[in-house]
Nanobody, 127 residues
Framework: QVQLVESGGGLVQAGGSLRLSCAAS???????????MDWFRQAPGKEREFVAR????????IYADSVKGRFTIVRDNAKNLVYLQMNSLKPEDTAVYYC?????????????????WGKGTLVTVSS
């Protein structure tokens, strides 16, 4: 069992930056090292969508086209932490952001591929 807790959300003006954190806990000291780690988001009235992924081996990263070049996902296996650095934020980035862990093959994960979800943190970008 893995528990994921997000933090770092808040209100920011368009063009600003935020860094989201995801703290993982579980049975082992390096819980997240077994998993690919992801960020998804869900805007009001919309379906949850993939944002970013960092593969458990090698650290390969994958991004949604909508955030490519603006967001960066980083993992620290020793500290069981995953970060999402978000720069040049736009009002359309407003959403609840979820940290997730999965064991699926490399690629863009779907919601049904996820093994564990956090409860989310709200990001609001004002124009």
């Amino acid at each position: 069992q893995v528990q994921l807790v997000e933090s770092g959300g808040g209100l920011v003006q368009a063009g600003g930056s935020l860094r989201l954190s995801c703290a993982a806990s579980g049975r082992t000291t390096s819980t997240i090292s077994r998993y690919n780690m992801d960020w998804f988001r869900q805007a009001p009235g919309k379906e949850r969508e993939f944002v970013a992924r960092i593969i458990r081996i090698g650290g390969l990263t994958i991004y949604a086209d909508s955030v490519k070049g603006r967001f960066t996902i980083v993992r620290d296996n020793a500290k069981n932490l995953v970060y999402l650095q978000m720069n040049s934020l736009k009002p359309e980035d407003t959403a609840v952001y979820y940290c997730a862990a999965d064991l699926s093959p490399a690629g863009t994960p779907r919601s049904q591929d996820i093994n564990y979800w956090g409860k989310g943190t709200l990001v609001t970008v004002s124009s």
